[in-house]
């Protein structure tokens, strides 16, 4: 089977590449696929019939456009979106996802999985692995997270193991967050065990990512 991957960033899409491999196989043993990293999340377009500007390289204004594509060419078997949830109500971005699915004409076979609230809580629901890269991180900021919750994830990642924690970072600004959100996956993606996670959100993407396949 060969499988798109579409995530809303550079440290998301890094970090798929990283897991990919223990979560169905080696690449081309037997399935393929890529990884394609976008400039933030957007948003879907009121009218999807209308055709988005290439140039918007946010992932949900580009989305009816990409799975219209994938649906009319030979050899893509399966498209997985995931996506940070953020502050959404997840039942109901699910239902505004599907629709994208169902008003476009072939589409491909699709699956959607949500971060809960932000991908970086995959990393704190693997907490051996995440002191296994920062062995120094702050345990009572690790402590005081509740596994998947709204809560301003990446910030507790960042107070946990950044100088400064999180408003070091913001007063910094971009590109900053950006490199060290991509430094983190670089750093704990390939200690992360995924058949042991504590996060319900990345046990959907994982289950659901091998049911697909199999």
């Known amino acids: 089977m060969h499988i798109e991957l579409l995530v809303e960033d550079r440290s998301g899409a890094k970090l798929l590449a990283t897991l990919l491999p223990a979560l169905i196989g080696p690449l081309g043993e037997p399935h393929t696929w890529r990884v394609h990293e976008y400039r933030g999340i957007g948003h879907v377009p009121r009218e999807l019939s209308v055709q988005a500007d290439p140039a918007k390289r946010a992932l949900l204004n580009q989305l009816p456009?990409?799975?219209?594509?994938?649906?009319?060419?030979?050899?893509?078997?399966a498209?997985?979106?995931?996506?940070?949830?953020?502050r959404r109500d997840c039942k109901a971005f699910l239902a505004e996802?599907?629709?994208?699915?169902?008003?476009?004409?072939?589409?491909?076979?699709?699956?959607?999985?949500?971060?809960?609230?932000?991908?970086?809580?995959w990393y704190l629901g693997d907490r051996r692995a995440l002191?296994?890269?920062?062995?120094?991180?702050?345990?009572?900021?690790?402590?005081?997270y509740t596994q998947d919750s709204v809560c301003?994830?990446?910030?507790?990642?960042?107070d946990a193991v950044y100088?400064?924690?999180?408003?070091?970072?913001?007063?910094?600004?971009?590109?900053?967050?950006?490199?060290?959100k991509h430094e983190w996956a670089e750093s704990i993606g390939p200690h992360m065990?995924?058949?042991?996670?504590?996060s319900p959100s990345f046990r959907k993407f994982r289950d659901g990512l091998r049911r697909l396949v199999a």
């Not at 169902?102 to 932000?118: M, V």
């Not at 002191?131 to 005081?144: H, W």
């Not at 065990?193 to 504590?198: A, C, K, P, W």
């Open 65 to 77: 456009r990409l799975l219209a594509g994938y649906g009319r060419t030979p050899g893509i078997d």
């Open 79 to 86: 498209v997985v979106v995931v996506l940070d949830s953020d």
């Open 97 to 121: 996802l599907k629709d994208v699915v169902a008003k476009c004409h072939a589409a491909p076979n699709t699956l959607f999985r949500l971060a809960i609230e932000e991908i970086e809580a």
């Open 131 to 144: 002191l296994t890269a920062y062995p120094r991180a702050k345990l009572n900021v690790l402590n005081g």
């Open 152 to 158: 301003g994830t990446w910030e507790v990642v960042a």
């Open 163 to 180: 100088p400064g924690g999180a408003a070091a970072m913001i007063d910094a600004g971009w590109p900053l967050p950006g490199q060290v």
């Open 193 to 198: 065990d995924v058949e042991h996670s504590s």
